[in-house]
């Protein structure tokens, strides 16, 4: 396995970041840690890096055990943190070099690996890394972390803020890495970004609440979910979550999803309930269920 982990928990005083996190991530794979601000991600990205110690449990990375060979980690992995952390007032092709010589090597001896990604900031190679838009800086962070050519590339959130455009590039560019041999442990709070992944672990409060293929996930779905609108939203949430019958009540874009208690659910009796909240323009619709809408009914 690339990444190993058994029982990992960390505490920050009274709060449990992690609580018992085991679960493997296979050679070439691409996997996902998905769940909220606060769910955890962070801290074990920092664990598997080497960068933070473990209160309990162990884990290996690229076969190496990230406390007794904690040295031979750091020279097998790249690491993208949430926040961009380069030299800013370093250019593009300076970060660059900056970074081949720290691990001993160049941005010529491992170009086939970033040249996808370094054609798109190349013409920006002699502006100072601050001054670059937010999905050029993930594209030179990227770069930057994969030019001494790890086994294994871990990427926290790296995608937040980043336009639409430039997150589906981004993606993209994981897809092509993955090819080359390149395990992958990407973290986003972003659920149509775990679609994206071969398998997800869903994170909340420091637990997983599973593991398995996106398509898997939104399967174990327990419930017919329903897509309600009407005139006001507002209205429409308050009223939901008053009905006697109601199992869970979500916004979810321009619709409210709306599960039943009941096996026997009728979409004309909520309908007439729905009315009697002075509701109106009132669309009941079944639609499949979501990895969001799994996530949330796990973490109730």
């Given at each position: ?28 794979e691409l ?12 801290t ?30 750091r ?14 007032d ?35 190679k002699?502006?100072r ?17 994969l030019?001494?050519k ?86 429409l949430?308050?009223?939901?979550n008053?009905?006697e019958?109601?199992?869970?009540v ?14 026997d ?13 002075n ?10 269920a ?11």
């Amino acid at each position: 396995m690339s990444i190993s982990i058994t029982n990992i928990s960390k505490s920050y005083k009274d709060v449990k970041a992690l609580q018992n996190i085991t679960f493997e991530v296979k050679p070439g794979e691409l996997f996902g840690l998905i769940g909220p601000d606060g769910a955890g991600k962070t801290t074990l990205f920092r664990i598997l890096t080497t960068l933070l110690f473990a209160d309990e449990g162990s884990a290996l990375v690229a076969g190496f055990d990230v406390v007794k060979e904690y040295k031979n980690i750091r020279n097998s992995v790249g690491y993208m943190p949430g926040r961009f952390s380069l030299y800013q007032d370093l250019t593009v092709e300076e970060n660059l070099n900056f970074f081949a010589t720290i691990f001993g090597t160049s941005i010529e001896e491992n170009y086939d690996l970033i040249k996808d990604i370094y054609v798109q900031i190349e013409p920006f190679k002699n502006r100072r890394a601050g001054k670059l838009s937010g999905g050029m800086k993930q594209k030179l962070a990227l770069s930057c972390a994969l030019i001494h050519k790890p086994k294994v590339l871990f990427l926290d959130e790296p995608t937040t803020g980043v336009d639409p455009v430039s997150r589906k590039e981004f993606w993209e560019m994981l897809k092509r890495l993955q090819l080359k041999g390149i395990t992958i442990l990407v973290s986003t709070p972003y659920m149509d970004e775990a679609a994206l992944c071969d398998r997800i672990a869903l994170i909340q409060d420091g637990k997983i609440l599973e593991i398995d293929t996106p398509k898997a996930i939104v399967k174990h779905y327990p419930k017919q979910i329903f897509n309600v609108s009407a005139n006001n939203m507002y209205q429409l949430i308050m009223g939901l979550n008053d009905y006697e019958h109601k199992h869970s009540v979500y916004p979810f874009g321009e619709f409210v999803h709306y599960t039943d208690s009941r096996t026997d659910f009728n979409p004309e009796e909520l309908k007439t309930y729905l009315e009697t909240k002075n509701l109106s323009n009132i669309h009941i619709d079944k639609t499949a269920a979501t990895i969001e809408d799994t996530f949330m009914e796990l973490a109730k």
